[in-house]
């Protein structure tokens, strides 16, 4: 087989991913994903062990086990283009031999989950709550750079690009589901809800924002409020979702997010203590990841 480029797949002078720095074994198959690199130590400060730890950019990892189940904690930064760096050199990291530069033969599954925080769009999802995402529903276009038809949830994505009246020059809305044992295990808890989550390449227009500049699609948010298929409806918006779903598809992972919801956007409110919100979400879905085969 084929070496892979060094133009392609970028190693530092010790062998580690060029952007994550890490080398194979100092990750776990299961990898928690947040966006904020400072909230790398408030998932790491649960571990029973910390085995190890470094940081470059907005990429931070720690990697330890938690009632001696082992688990990566990394940074991904904002957006869905940061994901498709991390979810990459992750998956090289398990699935290339980055000595001989080959793809491995056997094909090795990681369990990725983003602990985020995130806006509601429907009035009866109040801040503090926490929504388990059951899809991703991405603006971001990502995907449509890799062969994705066959990760695209089919029904809903036809759904979605039917009822949303968005301006042409916009990349198509795709949706791809979450993977149904994660998404159930991290739904359990007392009142959690189930939604579609929405990733967009942008916080604020994006996402329907409007400080100064006008938006070019002001009914963005309600066109997404009315949406329901399978009585399914969208029922967040954040910016990394969606590309943690598709990629991992793609690549044959496990993916599944949860997210505190810090601000409504229905309600125009923002959470008085978004802090002790993420600071619980984090103990509840490490306590409930332990119990993953
Ligand atoms: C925007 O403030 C950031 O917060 C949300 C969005 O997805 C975006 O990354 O998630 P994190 O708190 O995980 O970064």
């Known amino acids: ?16 991913v060029y952007h994550l720095n890490l080398l194979p074994h100092q990750i776990a198959d299961t990898i928690i994903t947040v966006g904020d690199p400072n909230r790398v130590n408030r998932v790491a400060k649960h571990f029973d062990n910390l085995e190890y730890s470094v940081d470059k950019r907005e990429f931070h990892t720690k990697t330890g086990t938690y009632k001696g189940k082992r688990f990566t904690v990394i940074s991904t930064g904002i957006g869905t283009d940061n994901i498709d760096i991390v979810l990459n050199e992750l998956d090289a990291l398990a699935n290339i031999n980055l000595e ?3 793809p ?13 925080t995130s806006g509601s769009i429907q ?13 991703g529903l991405g603006f971001d276009g990502l995907i449509f750079y890799y ?8 029904s809903f994505t036809k759904a979605i690009q039917k009822h949303l009246k968005i301006h042409p020059g916009k990349p198509k809305p795709y949706i791809i589901d979450g993977d149904e044992q994660v998404v159930k295990l991290l739904a359990e808890g007392q009142g959690i809800k189930l939604g579609i989550t929405g990733s967009n390449v942008g916080f604020y ?26 009585n399914e409806i969208i029922t967040n918006l954040e910016m990394e979702t969606s590309a943690i779903f598709g990629l991992s598809k793609i690549l044959g992972h496990r993916a599944a997010a949860i997210n505190a919801i810090i601000a409504n956007r229905a309600t125009g ?9 993420v600071d619980k979400l984090i103990l509840y879905t490490l306590n409930q990841l332990v119990k993953l085969d």
């Open 1 to 16: 087989m084929e070496a892979i480029k060094e133009s392609e797949l970028i190693l530092n002078p010790d062998g580690s």
């Open 100 to 102: 001989t530069r080959t």
């Open 104 to 116: 491995k033969s056997e094909h090795k599954q990681l369990t990725f989950v983003r602990i985020g």
């Open 123 to 135: 009035k009866s999802i109040p801040v503090d709550s926490f929504v388990v995402s059951q899809k």
């Open 147 to 154: 062969e994705s038809d066959k990760a695209i949830n089919p």
């Open 205 to 230: 227009g994006p996402q329907g924002r409007v400080l100064r500049a006008k938006l070019q699609d002001p009914s963005f948010i309600d066109q997404l409020v009315e949406f329901k298929c399978d």
């Open 269 to 277: 409110n923002f959470s008085e203590q978004p802090k002790e919100s």
